[in-house]
């Protein structure tokens, strides 16, 4: 069975900085990129920060690159997405994903397991 289970978020003041994990089972790490997407109230799916578990590779969508950094331990098959300067505009559900084809994904629709999330609201 796939898991992915995401932890870290929380309640942090504009220009703070928090640290997400997601702890992954249940398929071959290494064969698979593992994605971190957000999701506010009513908005869309974006914000992709992916990274390939097989060779490093990463990819940031442009409302977070610069300012989010995707690592993986292979060892502990485990992705951390590091957050610095939030803004009140990253207040969302932060997810944790696996990627569907193989390939390093840029889009949340390329993922076909998801975690619960994990809420990163940010004040001002």
């Known amino acids: 069975e796939v898991q992915l289970v995401e932890s870290g978020g929380g309640l942090v003041q504009a220009g703070g900085s928090l640290r997400l994990s997601c702890a992954a089972s249940?398929?071959?790490?290494?064969?698979?990129?593992i994605g971190w997407f957000r999701q506010a109230p009513g908005k869309e799916r974006e914000g992709g920060s992916c990274?390939?578990?097989?060779?490093?590779?990463?990819y940031y969508a442009d409302s977070v690159k610069g300012r989010s950094t995707i690592t993986i331990d292979n060892a502990k098959n485990t992705v951390h997405l590091q957050m610095n300067d939030l803004q009140p505009g990253d207040t969302a559900v932060y997810l944790c994903?696996?990627?569907?084809?193989?390939?390093?994904?840029?889009?949340?629709?390329?993922?076909?397991?998801w975690g619960q999330g994990t809420q990163v609201t940010v004040s001002s």
């Open positions: 249940g398929f071959t790490f290494d064969d698979y990129a």
């Open positions: 990274i390939s578990s097989r060779d490093g590779d990463t």
């Open positions: 994903a696996k990627v569907l084809t193989g390939g390093l994904g840029p889009r949340w629709y390329e993922y076909d397991y």
